[in-house]
T-cell receptor, first 111, second 114 residues
């Protein structure tokens, strides 16, 4: 039973443009959401998070938006750079409990 | 000075064998996890230990047994390996109460059962 879904397995974006990665979750009790970035042959690394009391969190080129009523979050990368090419995992859960991960979206930024 | 280190990185073994994967973290975290990433790319939690005590045990065959000798180590032992156990296994750690930083993952162990 998938509690977190990333419906786009891959995304290609031109360098300098915006990348938008989407994620949906099913459990309305989830109050913390994270994005991880994964390069080949490495473990996922934490990128950015948002709690349910906010609808937006920004860190440099990365912004995460949360729409609680739609149970949807998105990660925006502006401007996209070739080094951003990686697999991005979305995770959601309740603080102090385990997180559930999506299946990832493979982002390719074309120079 | 890797934060979460797991060994080996690659493991190829025959069906029926018993193998172990080791994990160590030097972050002072009180919780450690094992995740499995299967061929469909799901990252699914298998086990979670908090201060050497098992707190999450998802529906995993009994052939998988975690061992936590201390809060910095969480090893995974697998008995009677099957073809379907082939996957990438990730160890992770966290401070449970600091959810905003999520987990720190190891680089993964690619297990191939032949």
């Amino acid at each position: 039973d998938q509690q977190v879904k990333q419906n786009s397995p891959s995304l290609s974006v031109q360098e300098g443009r915006i990348s938008i990665l989407n994620c949906d979750y099913t459990n309305s009790m989830f109050d913390y959401f994270l994005w991880y970035k994964k390069y080949p042959a490495e473990g996922p690394t934490f990128l950015i998070s948002i709690s349910s009391i906010k609808d937006k969190n920004e860190d440099g080129r990365f912004t995460v938006f949360l729409n609680k009523s739609a149970k949807h979050l998105s990660l925006h990368i502006v401007p996209s750079q070739p080094g951003d090419s990686a697999v991005y995992f979305c995770a959601a859960g309740r603080s102090g409990n385990q997180f559930y991960f999506g299946t990832g979206t493979s982002l390719t930024v074309i120079p | 000075d890797t934060a979460v280190s797991q060994t080996p990185k690659y493991l190829v073994t025959q069906m029926g064998n018993d193998k172990s994967i080791k994990c160590e973290q030097n972050l002072g975290h009180d919780t450690m996890y094992w995740y499995k990433q299967d061929s469909k790319k799901f990252l699914k939690i298998m086990f979670s230990y908090n201060n050497k005590e098992l707190i999450i045990n998802e529906t995993v065959p009994n052939r998988f047994s975690p061992k936590s000798p201390d809060k910095a180590h969480l090893n995974l032992h697998i008995n009677s390996l099957e073809l379907g156990d082939s996957a990438v296994y990730f160890c992770a750690s966290s401070q449970v109460l600091q959810a905003n930083y999520g987990y720190t993952f190891g680089s993964g162990t690619r297990l191939t059962v032949v």
